[in-house]
């Protein structure tokens, strides 16, 4: 819901900053459904084939997750390279805003829960994705400073929103990386 609202209403005003967010948003949801799986295969009992289990499993879902955020970072970059050669500006409004703010409360929600449950339940699927989430956090309160600069009248702000997206992602996607 929250990567469909970012990209069915950044496509509706041509917000680069809002579409970027909303493909970081789909590449989170994405992971979130490739984890599950995961975890469902890395909870089997030992077998003959894997007398040690199947932990792994969750290992290789960590990895997915940053080859996720690789493919967003390379669509983030693209489109704000895009704006930046078409030089136009995206139609910032209230709902605009509205929907920022409404899915940044939401993944605020889902970081603090993810977290917890990693830490308790000792999974690096869960951790990662609770980090991949926070990015989402962070890529959120780019653009709505970006929406705010737009308002008052400077729409470079817009791609300058979505290169700093691409950022963010890339940071993440490191750090998810090389734990």
Same mark, same amino acid.
């Given at each position: 819901a929250v990567a469909g609202a970012k990209l069915v209403f950044g496509y509706a005003t041509g917000a680069v900053?809002?579409?970027s967010d909303g493909f970081h948003s789909l590449t989170?949801?994405?992971s979130n459904i490739f984890g599950l799986i995961a975890t469902r295969a890395a909870h089997?009992?030992?077998?003959?084939d894997h007398p040690y289990g199947h932990r792994k499993y969750e290992t290789l879902a960590a990895a997915g997750i940053f080859v996720f955020l690789l493919l967003a970072v390379v669509e983030v +970059?693209?489109?704000?390279?895009?704006?930046?050669?078409?030089? @136009?500006?995206?139609?910032? @409004? @209230?709902?605009?805003?509205?929907?920022?703010?409404?899915?940044?409360?939401?993944?605020? $929600?889902?970081?603090?829960?993810?977290?917890?449950?990693?830490?308790?339940?000792?999974?690096?699927?869960? $951790?990662?994705?609770?980090m991949h989430t926070k990015s989402d956090v962070l890529t959120s309160c780019a653009v709505i400073a970006s929406l705010i600069g737009v308002k008052l009248g400077y729409p470079i702000l817009?791609?300058? +929103?979505?290169v700093a997206i691409a950022a963010f992602i890339a940071r993440t996607g490191l750090m998810i990386a090389r734990d």
């Open positions: 900053s809002i579409i989170d949801s994405a089997k009992p030992p077998d003959e +970059a693209r489109a704000a390279l895009t704006r930046f050669a078409a030089g @136009t500006s995206p139609e910032v @409004t @209230t709902i605009s805003f509205v929907v920022m703010v409404g899915t940044l409360a939401i993944n605020l $929600l889902v970081v603090r829960y993810e977290s917890a449950q990693g830490r308790r339940l000792n999974s690096e699927l869960l $951790l990662a994705d609770a817009d791609p300058i +929103a979505g």
